[in-house]
């Protein structure tokens, strides 16, 4: 679906170069159902930033356009874009939760002038949809590659895949099957489960059927990585000591008061703990908490957000205001700074975020269960890229 210039108004929009006074950002995102919270983080991060560091940038003020997308869906994806561009005249794109959304929106991007940048969605291939998408989250071929290095020193040979079936999904489990296979195990069995699964039962018999030490599991944040965190506990795979291992995603920071000691002791590979220990991370929460009103409802959606904010802002003093796309995304190419997360920074060729990543290990501390830090992986790319 391509955007279409088709009037006088629209034309001199679509040119750009005009001073404005308010850069309009429009963020897409999960504000409403069952993914709700990943929206509220998308906003407690945008919040945070402008609580930090003002909400003008010289002589223009920022003004964000939120648009609710509640599940996945490409065409109101794209629907939602070109009403966010032309209807409201935006000069910035931000958010999309889910890869088919932003995969929906990405053609759009060069005729109408607008760069996107990704708050969340993970599948790789993104930034190869435009050359004005910019990612500020990270990719499960990042997350996930770690921990077959950590399967590994920890002796485990036989391990079996379950995910999601979708881009992210896929790309995790490939990332995980490629890395644990070059460092000498054995996938025994890969399962890939429909988006819409709710009844995990017959997966976690076939992962006691396939006789694996341990499980590498993939599931969008959200509700369903709860369903199927409580049914590998209540299906006595915990207790008979197969180990399961993750990316963050399963054990984001909102979903811990809940899973409590059934996700004790679990390890997941991320790009972002709640708990990381900075002061960058401290004044980042501080900020995000006081917006959420809930400490227990901040998680990573918020930080890719709110440096999705510092990415804009940058972009918009490099521009002075003006509506140029591809100056606006060639400023932050190479961009380096210290983020909540850590030292990151913006790969000039592929636009994606070089970042450390973590190896986390559920623990309760202080009475409450948080993603405790123990390893670093530094300055890790995307090694699921393949350039165009």
């Given at each position: 679906?391509?955007?279409?210039?088709?009037?006088?108004?629209?034309?001199?929009?679509?040119?750009?170069?005009?001073?404005?006074?308010?850069?309009?950002?429009?963020?897409?995102?999960?504000?409403?159902?069952?993914?709700?919270?990943?929206?509220?983080?998308?906003?407690?991060?945008?919040?945070?930033?402008?609580?930090?560091?003002?909400?003008?940038?010289?002589?223009?003020?920022?003004?964000?356009?939120?648009?609710?997308?509640?599940?996945?869906?490409?065409?109101?994806?794209?629907?939602?874009?070109?009403?966010?561009?032309?209807?409201?005249?935006?000069?910035?794109?931000?958010?999309?939760?889910?890869?088919?959304?932003?995969?929906?929106?990405?053609?759009?991007?060069?005729?109408?002038?607008?760069?996107?940048?990704?708050?969340?969605?993970?599948?790789?291939?993104?930034?190869?949809?435009?050359?004005?998408?910019?990612?500020?989250?990270?990719?499960?071929?990042?997350?996930?590659?770690?921990?077959?290095?950590?399967?590994?020193?920890?002796?485990?040979?036989?391990?079996?895949?379950?995910?999601?079936?979708?881009?992210?999904?896929?790309?995790?489990?490939?990332?995980?099957?490629?890395?644990?296979?070059?460092?000498?195990?054995?996938?025994?069995?890969?399962?890939?489960?429909?988006?819409?699964?709710?009844?995990?039962?017959?997966?976690?018999?076939?992962?006691?059927?396939?006789?694996?030490?341990?499980?590498?599991?993939?599931?969008?944040?959200?509700?369903?990585?709860?369903?199927?965190?409580?049914?590998?506990?209540?299906?006595?795979?915990?207790?008979?000591?197969?180990?399961?291992?993750?990316?963050?995603?399963?054990?984001?920071?909102?979903?811990?008061?809940?899973?409590?000691?059934?996700?004790?002791?679990?390890?997941?590979?991320?790009?972002?703990?709640?708990?990381?220990?900075?002061?960058?991370?401290?004044?980042?929460?501080?900020?995000?908490?006081?917006?959420?009103?809930?400490?227990?409802?901040?998680?990573?959606?918020?930080?890719?957000?709110?440096?999705?904010?510092?990415?804009?802002?940058?972009?918009?003093?490099?521009?002075?205001?003006?509506?140029?796309?591809?100056?606006?995304?060639?400023?932050?190419?190479?961009?380096?700074?210290?983020?909540?997360?850590?030292?990151?920074?913006?790969?000039?060729?592929?636009?994606?975020?070089?970042?450390?990543?973590?190896?986390?290990?559920?623990?309760?501390?202080?009475?409450?269960y948080i993603n405790h830090e123990i390893q670093v992986f530094e300055n890790q790319g995307d090694p699921g890229w393949v350039a165009p």
């Open positions: 679906m391509k955007f279409l210039c088709q009037t006088t108004a629209i034309l001199a929009l679509c040119a750009g170069g005009a001073f404005a006074d308010t850069i309009k950002v429009g963020v897409i995102g999960p504000f409403s159902g069952g993914a709700a919270l990943q929206g509220r983080n998308f906003q407690a991060g945008i919040e945070a930033y402008f609580a930090l560091n003002g909400r003008t940038v010289g002589d223009h003020e920022i003004e964000i356009i939120y648009r609710d997308l509640p599940a996945a869906d490409p065409g109101q994806s794209a629907a939602l874009t070109q009403e966010l561009i032309v209807g409201e005249g935006v000069q910035y794109l931000a958010g999309y939760y889910y890869t088919p959304d932003a995969m929906a929106a990405a053609p759009i991007l060069e005729e109408a002038n607008v760069p996107m940048v990704v708050f969340n969605a993970a599948t790789s291939a993104i930034v190869n949809a435009s050359p004005l998408v910019v990612r500020t989250s990270f990719t499960t071929f990042q997350t996930s590659t770690p921990m077959a290095t950590v399967a590994r020193e920890r002796g485990i040979e036989r391990v079996i895949t379950v995910v999601s079936d979708y881009g992210p999904g896929v790309d995790s489990e490939t990332a995980f099957v490629r890395a644990f296979g070059a460092a000498g195990g054995t996938v025994v069995e890969s399962v890939r489960m429909p988006m819409s699964t709710v009844d995990f039962s017959p997966i976690m018999q076939r992962i006691r059927d396939s006789g694996a030490e341990a499980v590498f599991a993939f599931l969008p944040a959200g509700p369903q990585t709860f369903g199927f965190m409580t049914a590998f506990v209540e299906n006595g795979l915990k207790a008979d000591g197969v180990q399961l291992l993750a990316p963050g995603d399963l054990t984001q920071e909102s979903d811990l008061p809940v899973l409590g000691p059934n996700a004790a002791g679990m390890l997941t590979t991320f790009h972002y703990a709640v708990s990381h220990n900075s002061p960058e991370n401290i004044a980042f929460t501080e900020a995000a908490t006081a917006w959420l009103g809930n400490p227990a409802e901040l998680s990573f959606p918020a930080v890719g957000a709110f440096d999705g904010m510092h990415v804009i802002a940058h972009m918009i003093a490099a521009t002075n205001g003006q509506q140029d796309a591809a100056a606006a995304v060639d400023s932050v190419k190479g961009l380096e700074w210290i983020s909540p997360r850590g030292p990151v920074s913006i790969n000039p060729d592929n636009r994606h975020i070089t970042q450390n990543i973590y190896l986390r290990e559920v623990a309760e501390v202080e009475g409450q």
